[in-house]
Nanobody, 121 residues
Framework: QVYLVESGEGLVQPGGSLRLSCAASGGIFSINTMGWYRQAPVKERELVAIITSGRNTNYTDSVKGRFTVSRDNAKKTVYLQMNSPKPEDTAVYYC???????????????WGQGTQVTVSS
């Protein structure tokens, strides 16, 4: 079984900073795209930022210039640096990854359990 374990949840003030981490484990041979999604109350889950194995990135418009996604392939970890967060960034943030396990013949998509981020003064 593949596990994606997020850390870094918490309360942050508007204009502050917070870094989320997500470490993957569980017989992993390779990871393709990794990224972050979020879901606010009564809203649909939405993409925040993704990063490919070649380190190409894509961001939702509302976080461009404020959030940065990065990855450490050796640690099988993806990060989300959140600078100047706004109250509207408050949501549960989910890690996501396309994983090829040892012995498998194709990539499967996995989700983390989610971590709460609250932006408030």
């Amino acid at each position: 079984q593949v596990y994606l374990v997020e850390s870094g949840e918490g309360l942050v003030q508007p204009g502050g900073s917070l870094r989320l981490s997500c470490a993957a484990s569980g017989g992993i041979f390779s990871i393709n795209t990794m990224g972050w999604y979020r879901q606010a109350p009564v809203k649909e889950r939405e993409l925040v930022a993704i990063i490919t194995s070649g380190r190409n990135t894509n961001y939702t418009d509302s976080v461009k210039g404020r959030f940065t996604v990065s990855r450490d392939n050796a640690k099988k970890t993806v990060y989300l640096q959140m600078n100047s967060p706004k109250p509207e960034d408050t949501a549960v943030y989910y890690c996501n990854a396309d994983v090829l396990r040892f012995g498998a013949y194709k990539y499967y998509n996995y989700w983390g359990q989610g971590t709460q981020v609250t932006v408030s003064s």
